[in-house]
């Protein structure tokens, strides 16, 4: 087993891990462009009735199978404050 970078051709399928902030555990599949997966991730979603944006970084990369995952962890110092829990609607 090696510890090379795996690599994507442009059209490739690979899977995405989020980790940390409000889509922590989540995962989605996503296309690869000409340069490979996506460095930072824009993930959406609402807060009060105000959009809210959470960036994701890319972290790490690893081949899995005949697939590869991309772990995107979340920055809590530059995003958007968080709802509490009790606030929330979907709780």
Not at 15 to 30: A, E, H, M, Y
Not at 70 to 83: I, M, N, Q, S
Request: aromatic share 8%; proline share 3%.
């Amino acid at each position: 087993m090696t510890n090379e970078q795996p690599t994507l051709k442009h059209g490739d399928e690979y899977i995405v891990i989020f980790s940390g902030g409000p889509s922590d555990g989540q995962t989605d599949r996503r296309i690869a462009t000409a340069s490979g997966w996506d460095d930072e991730i824009i993930v959406n979603g609402l807060e009060s009735s105000a959009a809210a944006e959470f960036a994701y970084a890319a972290t790490t990369a690893k081949q899995v199978g005949d697939r590869v995952h991309v772990t995107y962890v979340w920055d809590p110092k530059d995003a958007d404050d968080l709802e509490a829990a009790e606030e929330r609607y979907d709780t």
